[in-house]
């Protein structure tokens, strides 16, 4: 049956604002101005602020005065440990990242631009509650102030690493510092924290649960079953999107952030959705701190869009001036959570630039210190775990197939 | 242009990166003409499809990172500005979505070739795989199918972790209804995948990306030759079909038949020569259908057979290729049948060439086996 006269149809394929030698163009990005979104009781209803799901809520202005209802009004005691840890994970950052280059890592990935998220978000909730990361939180990590060498540690696989040289590099593993184990498998660890929220809801504990998911993965059938039980169970758990604009090479478009915005995916799942400034550190904080209220009093699940920008390449396989403009992080309009939380610190006069070049200078020994003890151990190849233990804890006991494979090896 | 062979231990030693490769080399293909270049495997895949863009517009090709920047591994590389936008694309990050509107594509019409970006992420696609690909022919009584290729670099030896070195074939090889292709050189990649795109049924095409650039032997200390100093590198430029469920003797010999595909054809050659074993090595190049008359013929020849693969041991296509050989030619054997493979273990990070099968492993289980006679 061919219907003559309707016009042929034409298969729409999104492509961003700009590509690479193009400017960087972000005017059709929508955001309210610090201070202008309201701030609704933690047991309002989904519907009743759906609109918050398409707003941006944001604490910082441009001259760096924290304005409006979601104030978090943090000691200055706070804001300098954030600012501190954020420093930190940057500068730990740099170190590995050369590390790869220099051939002591096989990869690496970098959260440049990002570092509000998880610092805040690892600063607030304890450590008894469980973060499900991605392999960007690593703030988290610095931000509780796990040890910076075990992480190398890890990175470099060597004879020390806490995960026994089984995991690719940065895929951290802490249940004491709430760091639950990273898959490299996008997405599977969002369902996982709405089974272990309501694990605590089922046995009356007190604990809840936190993900995070990149925008790119969303489009992950597991971020939907999450939010499916989430909302039927009423999980205590926080589901953080964390929209960076990228994966790797495909802009947020092309997972759907061109038709809606990322929050607004919990509207039609029932779960309140709230749209943060993602790069500035204290509406990181106050929107965390409403959705743990919301989750600790058993009002169930919130969904948070951290909405940034990755500065850096994807990780060290990748190269961001193939597909996007090369100027594109520096023309972002929330600018840089390090800088914007600094210059708060300064209007306030909590914080200075002798201050600051100190706290960058502590951080690089900081980070030299435990560069040097864990390169003392080992780098990738130099040092291992035995090789024993790549047949240990397959199972809770060794089977005759791994005893046999084993003395096949020899060890 | 110039040739780069990543993933060497001197080579991670200058920071190559095991998420992805970039050749940085523009792919060779060309849609026009009949000549002959040397390519590597991903120039070779990539001409597959771009000449079989050129001549049917059927055919497109999509998957993460694929479309504007060509893939992770670069295999689908200017293929949307040959082919355009609505031809060659990027999709969202849902391997599940992926394989489903092939699926629906392929029963509208269209050939599909979709891109899984690892092998290891090929789960989630799973059940749209398996229980609806497969089936479509045959729970429509032939009236919907699925014509479609998923491809996918799989299998170990670039320090990809856990999630970046699987080796899942046999979860396809026992689905009914799926044809399971794994070339091992530029040559056949690019005939058995343009078979593949032809195929009107689904094909799981897995890549091994530890040859993407050069013939890895599994000598990790040893320098790698690069794929143009081999003759299965001198690849047509215009379209050639090598045929699905044809293996390949990669080399004649007397003593003992070693079954092997993808990336652990090469091991088994190295393997071969450092035991001085007059071994025929046989190159599977599609497990389902499987050339078993082939396979059969060798056997009865040599009287000796060890397999070799990269996935585990238990349940892997090893398991199967045994026992077929024992069916057919057990009157003929002088010794057991071995198999070297990986361990029952997830892929470890720091203990890829322990875990990896390489050329010492299989030389000497070809001793054992030889020596193992009656
Ligand atoms: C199931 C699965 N599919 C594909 C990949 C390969 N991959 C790794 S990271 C990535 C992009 C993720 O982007 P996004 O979710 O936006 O997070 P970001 O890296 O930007 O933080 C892809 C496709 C994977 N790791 N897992």
Redesign the interface.
């Given at each position: 049956m061919n219907k003559k006269n309707s016009q042929p149809l034409?298969?729409r394929?999104p492509?961003p604002s700009g590509?690479p030698g193009d400017a960087p163009d972000f005017s059709h990005l929508q955001m309210d101005p610090a201070g202008a979104v309201e701030r609704p009781e933690v047991g309002s209803t989904p519907y009743a602020m759906r609109d918050l799901a398409f707003r941006l809520i944001r604490v910082l202005d441009d001259a760096g005065q924290a304005v409006g209802p979601w104030n978090p009004r943090l000691d200055p005691e706070t804001l300098r440990r954030g600012l501190k840890a954020m420093i930190l994970t940057r500068a730990f950052d740099d170190r590995m990242h050369r590390a790869?280059?220099?051939?002591k890592t096989?990869?690496y990935m970098k959260c440049t631009g990002e570092e509000a998220i998880a610092v805040a978000q690892g600063m607030l909730l304890s450590r008894e509650d469980m973060g499900f990361p991605t392999y960007r939180q690593q703030g988290l990590l610095i931000a509780r102030g796990y040890p910076l060498v075990e992480m190398m540690n890890q990175i470099y696989?060597n004879a020390a690493?806490p995960i026994?040289?089984?995991?690719?590099?940065i895929?951290y593993s802490s249940k004491d510092y709430g760091f639950f184990t990273i898959?490299?498998?996008?997405?599977t660890q969002v369902p996982q924290a709405v089974g272990w929220a309501m694990a605590s809801a089922y046995k009356g504990d007190d604990k809840i649960a936190i993900s995070w998911i990149g925008d790119?993965?969303t489009?992950?059938?597991?971020f939907h079953n999450a939010l499916t039980f989430a909302s039927v169970y009423r999980a205590p758990v926080i589901l953080n999107v964390v929209n960076n604009q990228w994966?790797?090479?495909?802009f947020m478009g092309?997972?759907?952030g061109l038709e809606t915005t990322f929050a607004s995916k919990a509207i039609g799942y029932g779960l309140p959705a709230l749209r943060v400034d993602g790069n500035d550190f204290l509406a990181v904080w106050a929107a965390t701190q409403w959705a743990e209220e919301r989750a600790r009093s058993n009002q169930g699940a919130t969904v948070i869009e951290l909405f940034t920008y990755r500065g850096a390449p994807h990780?060290?396989?990748?190269?961001p001036s193939?597909?996007r403009p090369g100027d594109e992080q520096d023309k972002w309009p929330l600018g840089d959570p390090l800088e914007r939380l600094r210059q708060h610190l300064t209007v306030i006069g909590e914080w200075d630039d002798e201050r600051h070049t100190a706290a960058l200078k502590d951080a690089v020994e900081q980070v030299r210190a435990a560069g040097k003890e864990s390169e003392a151990i080992g780098t990738?190849?130099q040092s291992?775990?035995s090789?024993k233990t790549?047949?240990e804890e397959?199972y809770a006991t060794e089977d005759w197939?791994?005893i046999e494979?084993r003395r096949e090896?020899g060890v | 242009m110039a040739e780069q062979i990543p993933f060497t231990e001197a080579d991670r030693n200058d920071g190559i990166e095991p998420d992805m490769v970039d050749q940085n080399a523009a792919p060779a293909s060309q849609t026009t003409g009949s000549g002959v270049q040397p390519m590597n495997m991903i120039q070779a895949l990539n001409s597959a499809i771009d000449v079989k863009m050129a001549e049917d517009a059927n055919v497109l090709s999509f998957g993460e990172d694929a479309g504007y920047f060509g893939g992770v591994f670069r295999v689908t590389d200017k293929l949307q500005q040959k082919h355009g936008l609505t031809r060659s694309f990027d999709a969202p990050i849902s391997e599940c979505g992926i394989v489903a509107a092939a699926i629906g594509m392929g029963a509208y019409g269209l050939r599909p070739v979709v891109e899984i970006q690892f092998a290891d992420y090929i789960y989630p696609a799973y059940d749209q795989i398996v229980s609806e690909a497969a089936k479509m022919r045959y729970r429509s009584g032939g009236q919907f199918t699925a014509p479609i290729t998923i491809r996918s670099p799989y299998g170990g030896g670039i320090f990809g972790g856990q999630t970046h070195s699987q080796s899942p074939e046999s979860l396809f090889t026992h689905i009914a209804g799926l044809k399971v292709v794994i070339p091992s050189n530029p040559y056949d990649a690019k005939g058995l995948l343009t078979a593949a795109i032809e195929d009107d049924d689904p094909v799981v095409f897995f890549e091994p990306k530890r040859l993407y650039n050069g013939p890895f032997d599994g000598w990790h200390e040893k320098p790698v030759s690069p794929w143009k100093a081999q003759d299965l590198a001198q690849v047509p430029t215009g379209k050639y079909v090598e045929p699905i469920g044809k293996a390949r003797v990669m080399r004649e010999g007397n003593d003992l038949t070693i079954l092997a595909y993808g990336t652990m054809v090469w091991v088994a050659l190295a393997g071969a020569e450092h035991a001085g074993v007059d071994a025929e090595v046989i190159d599977l190049r599609t497990l389902v259908p499987l050339d078993i008359e082939t396979i059969e013929a060798s056997v009865k020849k040599t009287g000796r057979c060890v397999i070799v693969h990269e996935a585990p041991k238990t349940s892997g296509f090893g398991g199967e290729l045994s026992a077929l050989v024992q069916e057919r030619c057990f009157y003929h054997l002088e010794a057991p049948i071995a198999r070297v493979t990986g361990w029952d273990t997830p892929y470890p990070h720091a203990f890829e060439w322990e875990y990896f099968p390489g050329p010492q492993r299989v030389a000497d289980a070809l001793k054992a086996v030889i020596s193992g006679g009656r």
């Open positions: 034409s298969l394929v492509e590509r790869h280059r220099q051939g096989s990869f696989s690493d026994k040289g089984r995991q690719l590099p895929m898959s490299g498998n996008l997405g790119g993965a489009a992950e059938g597991d994966a790797i090479s495909s092309i997972a759907g990780s060290t396989s990748d190269d193939r597909y990738l190849g291992r775990p090789v790549m047949f397959v197939r791994l494979q090896v | -």
